[in-house]
């Protein structure tokens, strides 16, 4: 059986009981940098065999992962910090389970852009997590694009290294919107930033960031400007029938068709 087990992203209290168990009862632990990672399993005290899977050796590890699962192995997977394959390595190994017909599941825990979105109070009902911008610029920019119209909130992963770029390249291709930056997440100095896209990220740049944006505002439709008799109008003169023309004028604004057919009433009572 093969566990991905969600690790703490800062403070090394925020790990489960249930994936401390499970890593002390694996045979064999998949790291992303064995290094990082001795220091949490040396806090822990769990002495295991490590075998290292980054994203530059991850097809090779996979083979091997599956390998351990047929043998019957029990191998526990973990990343630098947070869940494996959310912008971390672990993906290509997923993959390769499912075909190979290898049991798998999720220690669930710590994800660093859920935590953000928390303790950013942006609305959190419909978000979209768009990972770290990757590529040339100008393929940042054509991803990005995509994204513009979302309505819902916006949540990216930037280094600091990249961040005051990043926050640029997003007021050039989304405009001037309210974000967020929540860094250090769990640790001494974490913090949560305000501001605008238009004014940039302030103060030093230290640590990995999460970038919270609004999303874009809904678009009024011009139609709505006119008179709700008028709405109604409009779309007959397109053909439909008066059914259907009330129809898509409520729908246009917001309202049951049985509500504006009363209001169309009403008004016309008072004329």
Known sequence: MVYFVATPIGNLGDISLRALETLREAD???CEDTRHSL???NHYG???SLVSCH???ERAAAEKLV???????TVAVITDAGTPVVSDPGNLLVQALREAGSEYTLIPGACAFVAALVLSGFPADTFAFLGFLRGKTSEKREFLRAYAAFPGTLALYSAPQDVDADVALLCEVWGDRAACAVREI?????SIEYFRLGAGLPGEKRGEYVLLVHGAEKAENPLNS???QEHVAHYEEQGMTHKEALKAAARDRGVSKSALYKSILSALEKE
């Open 55 to 57: 994203k530059f050796n």
């Open 186 to 190: 769990t640790k001494i100095h974490e």
């Open 46 to 48: 769990v002495q295991k």
């Open 39 to 41: 220091k949490l399993l």
């Open 226 to 228: 006119l008179s709700e």
């Open 67 to 73: 390998a351990l699962a047929r043998e019957g192995k």
């Open 28 to 30: 064999v632990i998949f």
